[in-house]
């Protein structure tokens, strides 16, 4: 079945800077690759998504690119704020098992 | 803005009672979620419904977990009996398909002692 791994656990930028948070997945029938933000005490919300047909998404500060040969996705977030602070996961669609595979989130903290 | 609603917000009660969560999900979705998130396992699929159905319930514990959708407006999860291993936070999301957006309720954040 799908498996979905994440990297970083942790990260912390200075605010104005570029973050980049990394996901692989095994399943190459794999199409569809949400990512979800949750503030702490509150639920995820989807932020940005990508099917396996596009290379790169865009989202004013957000991007997200997909590389599908080495079945790895990326979020990208430029010029960040104390606001973004927060957990991300990465989510990736298997075919197979017809279930969304969740990554083990990376905590993300914007020093002002 | 449309949202999943569920109830309650908290709850805390003593092993071996039962529990039942509730989820309505946005109007005019087909496919329900149930989501459990520990600090330890993440963010694990238990369940999901697509036009009432259910799909897959493979990622539940059978022996107390059980999950229906009585109609398209509701969505339960039960445990009987709870254990303190139950203790997280249970997610609904609904959407159209597994495939596309889901859309988390605010969750049900559990302690059982």
């Known amino acids: 079945g799908e498996n979905v791994e994440q990297h970083p656990s942790t990260l912390s930028v200075q605010e104005g800077d570029s973050a980049v948070i990394k996901c692989t997945y095994s399943?190459?029938?794999?199409?569809?690759f949400p990512w979800y933000k949750q503030e702490l005490g509150k639920r995820p919300q989807l932020i940005i998504d990508i099917r396996s047909n596009v290379g790169e998404k865009k989202d004013q500060r957000i991007a997200v690119t997909l590389n599908k040969t080495a079945k790895h996705f990326s979020l990208h977030i430029t010029e960040t704020q104390p606001e973004d602070s927060a957990v991300y996961f990465c989510a990736g669609y298997g075919g197979a098992t017809n279930k969304l595979i969740f990554g083990t989130g990376t905590l993300l903290a914007v020093q002002p | 803005d449309a949202r999943v609603t569920q109830t309650p917000r908290h709850k805390v009660t003593e092993m071996g009672q039962e529990v039942t969560m509730r989820c309505q999900p946005i109007?005019?979705?087909?496919?329900v979620f149930w989501y459990r998130q520990t600090m330890m396992q993440g963010l694990e699929l238990l369940a999901y419904f697509r036009n009432r159905a259910p799909l897959d319930d493979s990622g539940m514990p059978k022996d107390r977990f059980s999950a229906e959708m009585p109609d398209a407006t509701l969505a339960t999860l039960k445990i009987q009996p709870s254990e303190p291993r139950d203790s997280a936070v249970y997610f609904c999301?609904?959407?159209?398909?597994?495939?596309?957006?889901?859309?988390f309720g605010d969750g049900t954040r559990l302690s059982i002692l």
């Open positions: 399943d190459s029938a794999s199409n569809y």
């Open positions: 109007l005019g979705h087909n496919t």
């Open positions: 999301a609904s959407g159209w398909d597994s495939n596309q957006p889901q859309h």
